[in-house]
């Protein structure tokens, strides 16, 4: 079974423009939740989408954003990038939004992202 | 909130000693635990998860870790270490009451292994 997959792997913006980073999850897997690794922050929790709807979301500014399409790939949106912005964002899948083994996350190899 | 605490941010070992990576977290209700490694520009790979029953699991790659709710951690621990165990490991919580799709994670063990 192929695992999650995420493009691009990377990418080089400049302040002020947006960016779309996207998400293929493990086939089956309805969830899908992104996060932020900084040096400084370390990983931070972005938000997290189970069937088209956000079901949480962490404490990022209103700058990010993301959906979730019916087949479960997501993408998460930059706009206005800022130079902390510059991040490796990785998504993580699991099965359901539910409980037990379901709530295994299988990462993806990450986007890095650097805003010059 | 919840919050987690790596008490070592670098360990360094020599080859086939064995190892512990601390892990404490901030709540003792109903959580949770996970530690993740991660290998120079990759994702992060599931070594182990604690959700019910036994307080000792055992994961991959040889690691195991033991939950201790009335000191609130969660020790990864390895008998003897081999070079390519070189990365650097996450403990992660997920508080069942806000979510348990929200990981919330340490700043991270780099574990140096040395020949």
């Known amino acids: 079974k192929a695992g999650v997959t995420q493009t691009p792997r990377y990418l080089i913006k400049t302040r002020g423009q947006q960016v779309t980073l996207s998400c293929s999850p493990i086939?089956?897997?309805?969830?899908v939740s992104w996060y932020q690794q900084t040096p400084g922050q370390g990983l931070q929790f972005l938000f997290e989408?189970?069937?088209?709807?956000q079901r949480n979301k962490g404490n990022f500014p209103g700058r990010f954003s993301g959906r979730q399409f019916s087949n479960s790939r997501s993408e998460m949106n930059v706009s206005t990038l800022e130079l902390g912005d510059s991040a490796l964002y990785l998504c993580?899948?699991?099965?359901?939004w539910g409980g037990g083994p379901s709530y295994e996350q299988f990462f993806g190899p990450g986007t890095r992202l650097t805003v010059l | 909130a919840q919050s987690v605490t790596q008490l070592d941010s670098q360990v360094p070992v020599f080859e086939e000693a064995p190892v512990e990576l601390r892990c404490n977290y901030s709540s003792s209700v109903s959580v949770y635990l996970f530690w993740y490694v991660q290998y120079p520009n990759q994702g992060l790979q599931l070594l182990l998860k604690?959700?019910?029953?036994?307080?000792l699991v055992k994961g991959i790659n040889g690691f195991e870790a033991e939950f201790n709710k009335s000191q609130t951690s969660f020790h990864l621990r390895k008998p003897s270490v081999h070079i390519s165990d070189t990365a650097e490991y996450f403990c992660a919580v997920s508080d069942l009451g806000r979510g348990a799709q929200k990981l919330v994670f340490g700043q991270g063990t780099r574990l140096t292994i040395n020949p």
């Open positions: 086939s089956g897997h309805r969830s």
């Open positions: 993580a899948s699991s099965l359901a």
């Open positions: 989408y189970f069937s088209e709807t």
């Open positions: 604690y959700l019910s029953g036994s307080t």
